[in-house]
């Protein structure tokens, strides 16, 4: 068994990060091309990974399933990346970032990661103007801050409301420019499908060409994987449509733990389901909760009223009620969650009726609709493209998707996992954000790891292992690339006779999770799931229908073999869930609530990482973590 | 509530490999809710062909919400559909009526082969990026971000050049099947800004012969790509370009 060894330095806070800098072993320049480095993904942590490695020297595959690198999920993103340069001199320090990024995980993660990722969050930005990425900018010149996601310091840097796609084209691009130098290999449409261990190490992976149907090898002194997050496991989610977990889980299985999986966040403000045909969920910058008032019908007549027919006194503002200190800007699981109780109790509104209102009015009221339309036009002009209605004239309706996953492989302090040669970075991994993320932290995790820890940690490992080259041929890639097949096959077979197309099964999947392992949970919704996903699961391997063949291009078959690890991981998530009998963060028990219904974390008990060995009789080990505080004292979030 | 519904007759492009023979086959999409994106719309249609045990339609997508550049065929004739603007994900059944005939095919360019029905191979416009769409920066120590200052108008104006999201309908929209406004928008980005200054020579050179060299036709004016450039990146791109390209050719003897 691993020992569960987060390889953290001694020493102060402030020094660990350059210390193990210095201690860390160098591959000489010489060498470093002889040395070749796996990539999956090109999102912001694989492309700025890759880019970085390449330039130093190293020989680079990356992989991703696009038609291109630079069509990652990260493209997606909105709001913006944070950084503590106090441009605005409103009092921002490492200290501060640190300690609001730990606070608002719900002291669930790593003093010592998390004040790395404050102290490299300034070179992120240094490095993406220095590429040319158009951050929003000050008549004078200087870079643009905002505030965000309710924090106290203007800190956020931003790219109109495409920061995600900036910051993705800067790492694409300096990627490209390696793939031009010939030092980065760049394969798109490629889908990893297992991982390859030699001796207990990883040394290479089999991945299926999406194209032309064919099994491929490839063999490296590391693997880093940068494969994005899970929410996919919900099926409706906020993610792009490709977004999966098969990589990181195929590692679960040969051996990489799998921590907190449990922890998930919801996103208050996104657009709601209009029917049963909807293939994903639009995310509505949570900036709109600045100004925009969230109510619902006080009387479950009214909820098909129009809104402007509903009069004041009729109107429930739930979130000002309850929380008249922060109000509508409650952090987003209590923002969530309320949102999910009124619906529950038939309050909700819209045709499905699962959706509150987010009004303007007060606020064009108040400012002007020139201000308003300053500040949220081109939000408002998505919003009305998307449903057809005009937010300036009636209120929006939003309901939470699933957005985010704090979970993912467990990682040491040098983002290696307990497989040794495979390192994990991005939203793949568990490591910065606790039980919770805070808003414009993603995008600097991600190049956090890619640009200044990944290239460095991975030369340590190369040159501490001193990894001997193994060859395709290896009888380690004959075995594995045999299981792939296997799966692929019995998947086709049964897929010739099945009844039950796989965006059918998927949707049930999506259900169960969001009904019992979503914003609000409880053991015996838990347990429920659990049976209900065992049952899904049987019925997908009897009874899926794929259409096609496996020798080309065949959509579906790429979505089966996503669900059939859907339907694994969804299973851990509701066992984590249920073992861990506290409320912190994006994990809402509701057995353990305050006499006021907000979360109630037990610290005594549950401050570890719970990282889950993977077993395959279906009763997987945990392992923990414990997490220890010497720098920061733990304190209870309260918004009331 | 009681919704509308809405049929639609469609004559798809079905082609079973770059090889292969294409030709247009009809379906009818009844029971659409009118709130339904286009590619929802094409979801319902292959749920149906699965159980009916055939070969759904092939087509790309990835974020759907118009930002990731993956999606992408020909509506009626029109890159992306008739809305300005506006991706293939990003169309509602809404913007057409009950009863109309679509007709959908890929992108057709001889530098984007057909890799089945409605998807296409794309990889020439990473190549062109990789000739030179870039600032030659390495990782690692920089001058504070601030060091650099950038009036707004300018980084303004490079935003609207870097908006592009690599789609390739203004290749799929020009006659000549040319790249000038993909390829123009990337020179013109890193051509306003300071950072991308020291390299804009090479980086005209490189990028333009890497478009030649991947047979994109040239640009002759028309400016079919800027009507159906969903991120409506303007013409001023290729103007700007072909001066960046002048410029090197007389700087460069
Ligand atoms: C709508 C939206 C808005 C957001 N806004 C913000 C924001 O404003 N600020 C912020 O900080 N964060 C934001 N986030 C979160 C943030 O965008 C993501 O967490 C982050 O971009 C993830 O980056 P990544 O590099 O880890 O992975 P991704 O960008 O998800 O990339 C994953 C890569 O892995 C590849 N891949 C996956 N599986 C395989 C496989 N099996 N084989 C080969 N390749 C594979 C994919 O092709 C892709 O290249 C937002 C997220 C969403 C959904
Ligand atoms: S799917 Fe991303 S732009 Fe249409």
């Known amino acids: 068994m691993t020992k569960l060894d987060a390889r953290m330095p001694d020493g102060p806070l402030q020094q660990k990060w350059e210390q193990r800098l210095e201690e860390m072993k160098l591959v000489a320049p010489n060498n470093k091309k002889k040395h070749d480095v796996i990539v999956v993904g090109t999102g912001l942590a694989g492309a700025s990974a890759a880019a970085t490695m390449g330039e130093l020297g190293y020989s680079v595959k990356a992989f991703c399933i696009q038609d291109s690198p630079r069509r990652a999920h990260s493209i997606a993103a909105q709001g913006g990346i944070n950084a503590t340069k106090n441009y605005p001199n409103d009092g921002d320090s490492i200290w501060r970032l640190f300690y609001d990024t730990i606070k608002g995980g719900d002291f669930r993660s790593r003093e010592g990661n998390v004040y790395r990722l404050a102290q490299v969050s300034n070179h992120i930005i240094d490095q993406a103007v220095a590429q040319g990425v158009p951050f929003a900018r000050e008549y004078g010149g200087d870079l643009a801050n905002r505030s965000f996601g309710g924090a106290q310091v203007s800190r956020t840097f931003y790219a109109r409301g495409q920061t995600g796609q900036q910051l993705l084209l800067g790492a694409f691009q300096a990627m490209m420019r390696q793939v031009d130098r010939g030092k980065v290999k760049m394969y798109p449409r490629r889908e990893m499908l297992d991982l390859v261990l030699v001796d207990g190490v990883a040394r290479g992976i089999i991945t299926r060409n999406l194209v032309t149907g064919e099994m491929e090898r490839h063999a490296a002194d590391a693997v880093v994987l940068c494969t994005g997050g899970y929410g996919r496991t919900y099926f409706l989610s906020t993610n792009a449509f490709n977004s999966n977990a098969t990589a990181a889980w195929r590692c679960h299985k040969r051996g990489a733990y799998f921590a907190n999986p449990c922890y998930v966040q919801i996103h208050p403000t996104c657009i709601p389901q209009s029917g049963d045909y909807q293939s994903k969920l639009t995310l509505m910058s949570e900036s709109l909760r600045n100004d925009g008032r969230v109510w619902v019908p006080k009387d479950e007549a009214d909820v098909d009223k129009p809104p402007h027919q509903i009069p004041e006194s009729e109107r429930d503002y739930y979130l000002e009620r309850k929380y008249p200190a922060f109000g509508n800007l409650v952090p987003r699981d209590v923002a969530s969650r309320n949102a999910k109780y009124m619906c529950d109790k038939g309050l909700g509104v819209g045709a499905t009726g699962r959706a509150v209102y987010l009004d303007f009015r007060d606020a064009i009221e108040e400012q002007g609709r020139d201000v308003i339309e300053d500040k949220y036009g081109n939000l408002f002009h998505m919003y009305h493209k998307i449903t057809d209605e005009d937010p300036y004239e009636v209120p929006m309706r939003i309901y939470p998707a699933v957005h985010y996953t704090m979970g993912g492989l467990w990682v040491d302090y040098e983002l290696m996992s307990t497989i040794p040669g495979l390192f994990v970075a991005g939203e793949a991994n568990f490591s910065d954000h606790g039980a919770n993320r805070l808003g414009a932290s993603a995008l600097m995790q991600g190049l956090a790891d890619g640009y200044f820890v990944i290239p460095f940690t991975v030369g340590n490992f190369i040159a501490e292992y001193d990894v001997q080259k193994v060859s395709t041929d290896h009888k380690a890639f004959d075995a594995t690339e045999d299981d792939v097949q296997d799966q692929i096959e019995r998947m086709m077979s049964i897929g010739k006779e099945g009844s039950r197309t796989v965006i059918e099964i998927y949707r049930d999947l999506g259900k169960i999770m969001y009904d019992q392992v979503g914003m609000s949970r409880t053991k015996e919704g838990l347990e429920q799931a659990r049976e209900e996903i065992v049952g899904l699961r049987e019925e997908f391997w009897n009874d899926v229908k794929i259409p096609g063949r496996a020798d080309g291009y065949n959509k579906m078959l790429e979505l089966a073999g996503r669900l059939a690890d859907f339907l694994e991981l969804s299973e851990l998530m509701a066992i984590d869930a249920s073992e861990r009998d506290e409320s912190c963060g994006g994990h809402f028990r509701e057995e353990y609530q305050t006499d006021e219904g907000e979360a109630l974390r037990r610290d005594d008990e549950f401050c570890y990482v719970a990282a889950w060995e993977y077993d395959e009789d279906g009763d997987p080990k945990m392992h923990k973590e414990e997490l220890e505080f010497e720098n920061v004292e733990l304190s209870t979030r309260s918004y009331k | ?253």
């Open chain 2, 1 to 253: 509530m009681a919704q509308q519904t809405m049929t639609v007759h469609l004559k798809v492009w079905r082609q079973s490999g770059s090889d292969s023979q294409g030709r247009f086959e009809q379906y009818t999409a009844e029971d659409l809710n009118p709130h339904m994106s286009f590619l929802e719309m094409l979801d319902v249609v292959n749920e149906d062909l699965i159980h009916a045990g055939e070969d759904p339609i092939a087509f790309d997508s990835d974020c759907r919400e118009g930002i990731c550049g993956t999606c992408g065929f020909v509506i009626n004739g029109q890159a992306h559909g008739s809305e300005r603007g506006t991706t293939v994900c990003q169309l509602h059944m809404r913007s057409f009526n009950d009863g109309d005939t679509i007709v959908i095919e890929p992108w057709r360019a001889r530098s984007f082969p057909v890799i089945k029905d409605l998807v296409v191979d794309r990889d020439a416009f990473d190549r062109i990026i990789s000739a030179g769409g870039y600032v030659s920066v390495g990782t690692g120590p920089k001058p504070d971000a601030n060091s650099i200052k950038i009036g707004k108008d300018v980084s303004d104006k490079a935003f609207d050049s870097a908006a592009c999201i690599g789609c390739g309908a203004c290749v799929a929209a020009c006659p000549n099947a040319s790249a000038s406004l993909f390829t123009g928008a990337k020179i013109t980005q890193l051509a306003l800004l300071p950072q991308g200054k020291p390299e804009r020579t090479r980086r005209v050179q490189r990028m333009v012969h890497q478009m030649e060299d991947e047979g994109f036709g040239n640009c002759s004016n028309i400016g079919e790509c800027e009507a159906v450039c969903p991120k409506e990146i303007s013409i001023d791109n290729i103007a700007k370009m072909k001066r960046e390209y002048l410029r090197a050719m007389l700087s460069d003897t």
